[in-house]
């Protein structure tokens, strides 16, 4: 209950809040929501399978027309909010200003290679967010993370029963 009432709270205009410390706690909650999400699904799916959004090639083509340089294996904040970098994502994020929650605070790993812990986050709108984790998913840079952290394989009763023994029912 309580999270729904949080969720209609944060669909309210911004200017309604100013820099109300609740607020900012629900944005950064959702935003670790979204990281966990995110992480349980690169490690359950090969990357290359995973589609984000209905518009994963739009937003990947034009990331690659932008930003046809920008490494993805490791990002930083210079890499992101640089004064020139601004005015290039802000152009780039207008192009997708149409889909819901592009510009919401979002988490994502700094370092492709690694887990999300608070060294290896980064803070940015949704739509940078898209960009490059389907940057990294085609470009084979998230298949590292999805072999280490890949969850074990469930079994069944049966197969951990020791060959021999016979389950009583």
């Given at each position: 209950m309580e999270m ?64 046809p340089d920008l ?80 969850p074990p394989p ?16």
């Open positions: 729904m009432q949080g969720a209609s709270l944060l669909s309210r205009p911004a200017e309604e809040f100013g820099n109300d410390e609740l607020v900012e706690e629900m944005w950064a909650l959702k935003a670790m929501d979204h990281a966990e999400v995110y992480f349980n699904l690169l490690t359950s799916v090969h990357p290359s399978c995973l589609h984000l959004t209905p518009y994963d090639d739009q937003i990947y083509q034009a990331f690659r027309e932008d930003f490494k993805v294996e490791v990002i930083t904040d210079d890499t992101l909010k640089s004064d020139d970098a601004k005015v290039r994502w802000r152009t780039f994020a207008e192009k997708f200003n149409k889909l819901d929650d592009y510009a919401y605070g979002t988490l994502i790993r700094s370092d492709a290679s690694k887990e999300f812990s608070p060294e290896n986050s980064l803070l940015v709108v949704r739509i940078q967010f898209l960009a490059i984790e389907i940057a990294r998913n085609r470009e084979g840079l998230n298949d590292e993370v999805h072999r280490k952290f890949r469930r079994t069944t009763v049966a197969e951990e029963l020791v060959p021999g023994e016979v389950q009583e029912t």
